[in-house]
């Protein structure tokens, strides 16, 4: 099973809403990703978790906020976004961290903020 | 710094004719390459992926891949598009030390009948 799932697909949210992103592997990864991605732009990277601990987060705002409850869920929770935060957001896996290991992505939930 | 440049923002080919998707990398030691493809509204699929060993790489779908150290490139082949091959094309560089990893800028391809 070389699959990462992700939920919900779509998600449609207003500045004020809470809301969260679910991940999930079951390829035994031990480090997992989260991506956002703009309209005709390259994946950028947001928040690496390494064997359960929070081991990037590239200067991401705290309104967004990552969770890995366990070794292979991982999630992206949302609170008080703006619309310039709607976009594709990507969940990917790896064997290890250090990113000479393939990534494995999800189909991403595409976030909309009104 | 490392870095990532695919030149070409949109190719538009015909059905069954030849592929070339460039890219070309900037990093002091040997990169850990790849190449990944989108299609709309989708996530990222391996195509193939460069470590060490025989510079030519071959990976799904038919495609294939050649590492040239001395021009700094990693360019994407194919011998007969399909229109099926219709996507965005991502070029990686993942450095061993430093954990980093960047995409390149991405090639948007259409397939013409």
């Known amino acids: 099973d070389t699959e990462v799932t992700q939920t919900p697909k779509h998600l449609v949210m207003g500045m004020t809403n809470k809301k969260s992103l679910k991940c999930e592997q079951h390829m035994g990864h031990r480090a997992m990703y989260w991506y956002k991605q703009k309209a005709k732009k390259p994946p950028e990277l947001m928040f690496v978790?390494?064997?359960?601990?929070?081991?990037i987060n590239e200067s991401v705002p705290s309104r967004f906020s990552p969770e890995c409850p366990n070794s292979s869920l991982l999630n992206l929770h949302l609170h008080a976004l703006q619309p310039e935060d709607s976009a594709l957001y990507l969940c990917?896996?790896?064997?290890?961290?250090?990113?000479?290991?393939?990534?494995?992505f999800g189909p991403g939930t595409r976030l909309t903020v009104l | 710094a490392q870095s990532v440049t695919q030149p070409d923002i949109h190719i538009t080919v015909s059905e069954g004719a030849s592929l070339e998707l460039r890219c070309n990398y900037s990093?002091?030691?040997?990169?850990?390459l790849f190449w990944y493809v989108q299609s709309p509204g989708q996530g990222l699929q391996l195509l193939l992926k460069y470590f060490s060993g025989d510079t030519l790489v071959q990976g799904i779908k038919g495609f294939e891949a050649e590492f040239k150290r001395s021009q700094s490139s990693f360019n994407l082949r194919k011998p007969s598009v399909h229109w099926s091959d219709a996507a965005e094309y991502f070029c990686a560089v993942g450095a061993a030390t430093g954990n980093q990893f960047y995409f390149g800028t991405g090639t948007s391809l259409t397939v013409i009948p």
């Open positions: 990917a896996s790896s064997r290890g961290q250090g990113y000479t290991d393939t990534q494995y």
């Open positions: 990093y002091g030691a040997t990169p850990y």
């Open positions: 978790y390494s064997y359960e601990k929070l081991s």
